[in-house]
């Protein structure tokens, strides 16, 4: 996975990235550190304390969770104590999910359920969530290997993986979750992504909300781990990449995703992405043509 620069995207550069991670935690890192990619990712949450934070949403994660995280949506944990932390992370490029599903079996569906109040979610047996492990550390080793078939075998293991899931998230109830995050902070979330492309600022969110800005601002970072106005632009940021790769604009993307001069976007891109916008664009197209080749 490439972490570009200091912004909070990641870009997903390997169809599937597996990995099985045990760490420490320190005080220093008992911090929330909210970030997306441009694919989708898999946490399967196996000890520690945290809690999982998606878009409005906080969770406390429990052995035996596991979290399907949609393109572009801003998640992070929150480690909550000095303790071992543990986790499997399997992250999957977004269009190669949507090569491997068929007209009748759509592999997505576990990031699409993800309703008001309600995460892309599962809770696992103990029984139940070592089938799981097992058949990702398979995945992880198989990618590793290199071996002959290895890309074969990392699809079918993965298309395994996606399907039981599908269908235990279907055989059992959907539950819901009341929300960990500031009710304020949840309802600023919410209130950005429905008014995203217009003239956002921090001033008019805190007149909307009949809120001082100032305190606005120190409570959605304290709760988020980011200012108020970083995440706005971060939003922005992360619908344009979105707009680009459909082909669209840079020029018209600018307008289309809220800012008022090409200037800024470009600078503020460049910031958040590591390079302008049309070289984003343009390394996209290369990218997916190669595959398309089979490259």
């Known amino acids: 996975m490439k972490n570009v620069w200091y912004c909070p995207s990641t870009i997903i550069d390997q169809d599937i990235i597996c990995e099985h991670k045990l760490n420490r935690i320190t005080m220093s890192s008992l911090t929330v550190t909210p970030h997306n990619h441009d694919g989708y990712e898999i946490i399967i949450f196996l000890g520690g304390n945290a809690s999982v934070i998606v878009e409005s949403l906080v969770k406390d994660m429990e052995r035996g969770d ?17 303790t071992d932390y543990e986790r499997i992370t399997i992250n999957i490029k977004l269009k190669y999910l949507q090569e491997i599903c068929d007209d009748e079996t759509d592999l997505s569906v576990c990031f699409r359920q993800m309703l008001s109040g309600r995460f892309n979610l599962i ?27 290895w890309k074969l075998l990392s699809r079918a293991l993965l298309t395994e993986f996606m399907i039981t899931a599908a269908q235990y998230m279907d ?42 800005s100032d305190y606005l601002s120190r409570v959605f970072k304290n709760a988020t ?25 840079p020029y018209d993307v600018c307008f289309m995703v809220g800012f008022n001069n ?3 976007f470009s600078r503020s891109f460049s910031n958040y992405i590591g390079c302008p916008p049309k070289q984003y664009q343009l390394q996209y197209q290369c990218d997916y043509g190669k595959k398309l080749l089979g490259f």
């Open 225 to 249: 781990g980011n200012s108020l106005k970083y995440f706005i632009n971060a939003k922005r940021i992360t619908l344009a990449q979105q707009y680009l790769q459909q082909g669209k604009s």
């Open 262 to 264: 090409y200037s800024s």
């Open 171 to 212: 055989l059992s109830s959907s539950p819901h979750y009341e929300s960990l995050m500031p009710t304020i902070v949840f309802n600023v979330i919410e209130y950005i992504e429905q008014n995203i492309t217009g003239d956002l600022t921090v001033n008019s969110i805190a007149e909307h909300f009949h809120h001082n």
């Open 66 to 82: 596991i979290v399907f995280v949609s393109p572009y949506s801003f998640h992070g944990m929150n480690l909550t104590g000095v």
């Open 123 to 149: 809770h696992l047996d103990e029984p139940t969530l070592q089938q799981f492990v097992t058949l990702a550390d398979r995945l992880e080793k198989c990618i590793a290997s290199k071996q002959f078939g």
